[in-house]
């Protein structure tokens, strides 16, 4: 007895998850795109590719991010590689991008520095957007970095006039030429505390945890990149850090105890104090 033929129709109103992910997932399975599940709804499909989907949505089903099962992530306009290695890139940590970029205007050849670097997601968007910019990544993990150097060369120009980005392994500042000054350094460390209810929720329990938690109290590599900051930026260079929702005055307070100027935190598009940063005084 031949098996009842099954489409994309049939696949999608069959599915327990959300109408937009079952899609993604089937799009991915099929290598389609969105329009052709419209187009070609009613086409049979391989018994192969229906089992692909389902074991997909079976995983899916049991929590695993979307990210991970299709082995991507949109950022800043740019289609990043995603392992179970690395954090999932999130829309808020483009403020730091953004804001990131609002620093270098007007610098001619800005050097930037990205700690904790992950899948390079906010080093390759600022050095897609300003190609002059000279972008050192660090991240002391080995699986990251190598997740991030497949992103910058698959994203980015390999011609541009900033030169290629340069990743290293590294404990924050701990392998950096001591003689490197940057314009400015930007990171989103790992600002969610041990104890938070949250690690064990959602998407986060299937990401690394060391990207997520300093098991502390969430401030503690905060302090380690803000107390090394200085004596590695340049006279009037910035630094902004990504922290969580309720650690804007910790972050503010730590800034302005090194000695940084014109200290402020900035919102996302939740209203939430999202990033905080400061200038070097020259």
Do not use: C
């Not at 972008?135 to 980015?156: F, G, I, K």
Request: negative net charge; proline residues 6%; charged residues 25%.
């Amino acid at each position: 007895m031949n098996a009842t033929p099954v489409t994309p129709t049939a696949l999608l109103r069959a599915s327990p998850l959300p109408p937009l992910e079952a899609r993604i997932l089937l799009t991915h399975v099929l290598g389609w795109r969105h329009t052709q599940l419209i187009t070609r709804s009613d086409e049979t499909l391989e018994s192969a590719a229906v089992e692909r989907y389902r074991a997909l949505e079976a995983r899916r089903v049991a929590g695993e991010p979307i990210a991970q099962l299709v082995g991507a992530r949109e950022f800043f306009g740019l289609d990043f590689e995603v392992t179970p290695d690395v954090l999932i890139p999130r829309p808020e940590t483009e403020l730091l991008v953004e804001t990131a970029l609002a620093a270098m205007e007007g610098l001619s050849r800005p050097r930037v520095l990205d700690l904790g670097t992950g899948t390079g997601a906010i080093a390759v968007a600022i050095a897609s957007t300003r190609p002059d910019a000279q972008v050192h990544a660090l991240d002391r993990s080995a699986e990251a970095l190598a997740v991030a150097t497949r992103n910058a060369a698959r994203l980015l120009d390999a011609k541009r006039p900033g030169g290629a980005t340069v990743l290293s392994q590294s404990d924050w500042y701990a392998a950096l030429d001591a003689a490197l000054r940057f314009d400015v350094i930007v990171s989103n460390p790992p600002y969610i505390a041990s104890g938070d209810p949250h690690l064990a929720e959602g998407d986060l329990r299937f990401e690394p945890r060391g990207a997520l938690t300093d098991e502390a109290d969430g401030l503690s590599a905060i302090r380690a990149i803000v107390a090394g900051a200085p004596a590695r930026l340049a006279a009037h260079g910035v630094l902004w850090i990504e922290h969580g929702y309720d650690q804007a005055d910790a972050v503010r307070a730590l800034l302005t105890a090194q000695g940084f100027a014109q200290v402020r935190s900035e919102r996302d598009l939740a209203g939430i104090e999202r990033i905080s940063g400061g200038r070097l005084p020259g």
